[in-house]
């Protein structure tokens, strides 16, 4: 009657500081609120976190794939995680809690403690799918990182939109010379920019989509590029400078970046032959997208090509990056549809509005099971593009919802907004 009450064990969820790239995934994922940052680290507060996993697959890193097992009275706060700069080591549990783990008792979650239950057992499906087209080619991730980046030499760095235009897009070449980075359409890098921040310590990286396919910016050369827009102001409008952007856009040839990476396994492009693309995008969410599209213009005359549909939004033609070169594209190789919301004498048309207004075209190719959908942009564009094709689905009178948990469950439906 004496002996001690058995020690209550959690399994700790925990974000790798040194892996994470802070692209706020995690925490736009998870469905009860549980992630949370600071300047500093991504965090899970072990009072909120159920252990669903839907932060899981979205992280384009790994780092959100972390656990511990400890006492739950000595569980790690989140004021203590936002102070790490890495993972602590394993700590020993103590005999009888050790021993309860072993023996497969079940650790009551953290909500059935602080009444959060209910609202734990409520999940959000994610908009997009969590695994890659099932014929993707295997990617590469984390083979370096904060500690151990690899070093790229700048061989090209071009401005490609109008310079009369607030829009100060760059085109970026780096070059890796002989050290191994394989990539592939749809992946990401990391850029360390050099300083630090007003703690004093080093800047974490930015995350930059690849706008050059598997085989280089230049084919048969170990380059890749990037799609870069110079910030000088935040959402809001307000004076903001971006300092990696900043840093980025002022490069010059024969510069030195530290880069680390790459990441990214599900937003990847299907390998087979005649697979489709519906690519929509908005400004430097066109990176993955002219990636795609000049990996499948190489294979033209070399394999058979699905079709290429693109929703490219801008405010006016020369804010658009990449206007002149995506012109000169066949019309029978891609079919482009451009939305422009300050053309000076148009209508505002964004993407939304031309995927209805090609509806017909969209029905036909979502009905083909060799269809991908790609979407990269602002966090907001979202709902504007499933609204639009839910309406072009349900003008046909199909379910939008049975369509959408297949395109989700088959890895046909990716986004990648910021």
């Known amino acids: 009657m004496n002996a001690p009450l058995p020690v209550e064990v959690l399994k700790q969820h925990l974000i790798d500081p040194e892996i994470c790239i802070r692209c706020n995934t995690c925490e736009e994922t998870c469905p009860v609120d549980a992630i949370t940052h600071d300047s500093n680290n991504y965090v899970v507060d072990p009072e909120i976190c159920n252990g669903c996993m839907a932060c899981v697959p979205p992280c384009p890193t790994g780092s959100i794939d972390n ?3 400890v006492v739950r009275a000595e569980a790690y706060s989140v004021q203590d995680q936002l102070g790490w700069e890495e993972l602590p080591q394993e700590k020993p549990l103590p005999v009888d809690a050790a021993a309860g783990e072993e023996g497969g008792q079940t ?14 057992a409520v999940t959000v499906a994610p908009p997009g799918a969590a695994v890659p087209p099932w014929s993707a080619a295997h ?30 897009i760059h085109h970026i070449v780096l070059d890796f010379g002989e050290q191994p980075f394989p990539v592939l359409e749809g ?12 703690q004093g310590r080093p800047h974490h990286a930015r995350q930059y989509s690849l706008a050059s396919p598997r085989d280089g910016e230049r084919a048969g050369y170990n380059n890749l590029s990037l799609t870069v827009k110079r910030v000088t102001q935040d ?17 010059a040839k024969n510069d030195t970046v530290q880069v680390i990476g790459p990441f990214g396994h599900t937003f990847l492009m299907p390998n087979h032959p005649q697979a489709n693309l519906i690519m929509i ?32 939004g801008a405010r006016t033609e020369r804010e658009l990056p990449y206007f002149g070169p995506l012109m000169k594209l066949p019309r029978d190789f891609i079919d482009i549809n451009l ?6 004498g148009q209508p505002k048309r964004y993407v939304q ?44 009178g199909e379910d939008w919802s049975i369509l959408h948990d297949a395109l989700r469950r088959e890895g046909r439906l990716h986004f990648e907004t910021y």
């Open 67 to 69: 656990w511990r097992l």
């Open 107 to 120: 650790m009551p979650a953290p909500q059935a403690e602080s009444g959060l239950a209910q609202t734990a």
């Open 139 to 168: 990617p590469y991730v984390n083979l370096y990182t904060h500690k151990t980046p690899i070093t790229a030499t700048v061989v090209g760095n071009y401005r490609v939109t109008g310079a009369d235009t607030e829009s100060d």
């Open 187 to 198: 992946q990401s890098i990391g850029i360390l920019p050099p300083g630090v921040d007003a």
């Open 235 to 251: 959402h809001g409008g307000a004076a903001a400078h971006g300092v990696c952007s900043n840093y980025l856009c002022d490069l």
């Open 281 to 312: 995008c908005t400004g430097t969410g066109s990176a993955p997208m002219r990636a795609m599209t000049e990996r499948s213009r190489r294979l033209i005359g070399t394999a058979d090509i699905g079709k290429l549909m693109l929703f490219f």
């Open 339 to 344: 939305a422009l919301s300050r053309e000076p």
């Open 353 to 396: 509005d031309l995927i209805r207004e090609r509806a017909a075209h969209v029905r036909g190719l979502l009905a083909d099971r060799n269809t991908c959908i790609y979407v990269c942009g602002l966090k907001g564009m979202e709902v504007g593009v499933l609204d639009a094709l839910r309406d072009v689905v349900v003008q046909s």
